[in-house]
């Protein structure tokens, strides 16, 4: 995927995460949100982080043919800044 095509996944996840702190579901998001500011992180690896969660959970749902599961998702989130597939936080966005 191309800088173009990179930026508007990350828009378009962005704007999934401020839906969910926004309507409190899952609560868990605006937790881990406010957890990872109180860290040290600004607000865009902040929302990097979290994309990066919703990405992985996409992800795996595409890929294991399998529907939303919250339980899963909020793993993810309570999980970060590490990322499922290492010990150290990067960009997947």
Do not use: N
Request: hydrophobic residues 35%.
């Amino acid at each position: 995927m191309d800088e173009i095509g990179r930026k508007h996944v990350r828009e378009e996840l962005f704007k999934v995460i401020e839906y969910q702190m926004r309507k409190g579901r899952p609560k868990e998001t605006k937790q881990t949100f406010d957890r990872l500011r109180a860290a040290g992180y600004s607000r865009k690896e902040t929302m990097r982080l979290l994309a990066c969660a919703l990405l992985v959970e996409l992800h795996e749902m595409v890929r294991d043919k399998r529907t939303y599961d919250e339980a899963i998702y909020v793993k993810k989130l309570m999980g970060l800044p590490k990322m499922p597939w290492s010990d150290e936080p990067e960009d997947c966005t």
